[in-house]
């Protein structure tokens, strides 16, 4: 059996053609085909008839998980999980820093063919001692978790000798970098899916369409888990 995850920065729905248009992203998030997708930088108004993460869900038939970093008064703001596994337990994990832009994680207890799974959706801050802070808080929940479990999101981190991708290998393992932004020629590997065992992981790699080029100004990423010993093979 097979698990198949992704994660998504939406950039509000604004493609580098400066329109809004949820239905390319929706498109996009079809073609992933992910059993477990994390978004970052999606709006949602929950108060009116298209609540857009509802939305998403409904027509691609998956749970919404939202993890909002804003409120306002014009829609929620921030970090979800779509989800076709069962969900055991949610937890939402503050790791906002004094005055910096508030920040989240979703964290999440599922089932899923391979067995009972952690899965964390999160989308760190832009500055170096931010995302530290951020990241101790993260490996603190991580450190006291079981395998299997999966960190994915927007990390934010383009130094790659920096102190939060060094402490990720050390937990994780050596996972390739894959450069995801900007979307139109990818630079920066500031998407990432850490995956505990690391020898689930078989593939991963940004999802490279024209379309998926002009939907947002980054990549989505997506990683294909094989499943050592599940209770369905």
Request: aromatic letters at 8%; proline letters at 9%; one cysteine or more.
């Amino acid at each position: 059996m097979s698990l198949v995850v992704a994660t998504y920065n939406v950039h509000d729905c604004i493609g580098r053609d400066g329109r809004y248009d949820p239905e390319r992203v929706l498109t996009i998030i079809r073609e992933l085909d992910a059993d477990l997708i994390a978004l970052q930088e999606l709006q949602w108004e929950p108060s009116v008839a298209l609540d857009l993460l509802q939305h998403f869900a409904n027509r691609l038939h998956y749970r919404a998980i939202p993890g909002p970093t804003l409120l306002r008064r014009n829609g929620h703001y921030g970090n979800a999980i779509l989800t076709r596994l069962p969900v055991r337990n949610i937890r939402r994990v503050d790791l906002s820093i004094p005055h910096r832009e508030p920040r989240a994680a979703i964290d999440l207890s599922v089932d899923s063919p391979c067995g009972p799974l952690r899965a964390i959706g999160t989308h760190l801050g832009l500055f170096p001692g931010e995302r530290r802070k951020q990241m101790t808080r993260i490996l603190s929940i991580l450190a006291a978790a079981p395998p299997p479990v999966i960190l994915f999101g927007d990390l934010n981190e383009w130094f790659l000798w920096g102190r939060p991708l060094r402490w990720l290998r050390n937990h994780f393992g050596h996972i390739p970098d894959i450069a995801t932004y900007p979307s139109i020629l990818p630079l920066f590997a500031l998407d990432r899916i850490w995956v505990k065992p690391r020898e689930l992981l078989v593939e991963i790699a940004a999802y490279s369409t024209p379309l998926a080029r002009e939907t947002s100004d980054h990549l989505p990423l997506r990683a294909v888990l094989k499943c050592l010993h599940s209770e369905h093979e």
